[in-house]
């Protein structure tokens, strides 16, 4: 992390798992789980079994993501400062879906 912020390259991150941000889309959580709890709770939360690294997860959340970026703000707010090793959960994944979002065509 410091070799990035050193050569000015922004990182993102989510700690312990990916999943905190797509979790994210359905409600705020402050609390640490284990990736194999990630998978149960989007589980549910999909009504579907859960894939990762399935291709249609963008579509699937695509309408809740503004309610994700909220989410993941408050959530990275109460890290002063941002330890990505020892925050858990913690994403700043919403920092950069927020970059890309500037190139997306309405």
Avoid: C, G
């Amino acid at each position: 992390m410091k070799d990035a912020e050193n050569n000015n390259i922004k990182v993102a991150y989510s700690n312990e798992a990916f999943e905190i941000w797509y979790l994210l889309h359905f409600e705020y959580r402050d609390t640490a789980m284990s990736r194999k709890e990630y998978k149960k709770a989007l589980t549910e939360k999909l009504n579907q079994e859960y894939e990762k690294n399935s291709k249609k997860m963008y579509e699937i959340l695509k309408n809740k993501q503004p309610q994700a970026i909220k989410n993941a703000e408050k959530l990275l707010e109460q890290y002063n400062p941002p330890n990505p090793v020892n925050d858990n959960p913690s994403t700043t994944v919403h920092l950069l879906v927020k970059q890309l979002n500037k190139f997306v065509r309405p």
